[in-house]
Nanobody
Framework: QVQLTESGGGSVQAGGSLRLSCAVS???????LAWFRQAPGKEREGVAA???????GYADSVKGRFTISQDNAKNTLYLQMNSLKPEDTAMYYC??????????????????WGQGTQVTVSS
């Protein structure tokens, strides 16, 4: 049973930073872990992903500002978000893909979702 539980969302001013965490259980073998976001009225988009071999990939909109990482000892996935912009405001979701995935993946590739955590960036 795969379980993904996000934490760390909140409100911050533009230019600030937040770190999201996702507690991961039940994932093994070949997989990808990813962060998606969805703003009101927009499609869910992949912003960052990391494969089980440690390869990471980012959406162009967050390259150089966001960093994805995982702590295997703690079974936790992180998303460090720096230089936040109002357009980063969205619900952020942790996701798991069993097997190979694009980096970052499309929503249709995802097998498991977390419940989401809200990030709000004010100008």
């Amino acid at each position: 049973q795969v379980q993904l539980t996000e934490s760390g969302g909140g409100s911050v001013q533009a230019g600030g930073s937040l770190r999201l965490s996702c507690a991961v259980s039940g994932v093994s073998g070949s997989y990808c872990l990813a962060w998606f976001r969805q703003a009101p009225g927009k499609e869910r988009e992949g912003v960052a992903a990391i494969s089980s071999d440690g390869t990471a990939g980012y959406a162009d909109s967050v390259k150089g500002r966001f960093t994805i990482s995982q702590d295997n000892a703690k079974n936790t996935l992180y998303l460090q978000m720096n230089s936040l912009k109002p357009e980063d405001t969205a619900m952020y979701y942790c996701a798991a893909v069993i097997g190979w995935c694009s980096l970052p993946p499309e929503a249709k590739e995802v097998h498991y979702w977390g419940q989401g955590t809200q990030v709000t960036v004010s100008s």
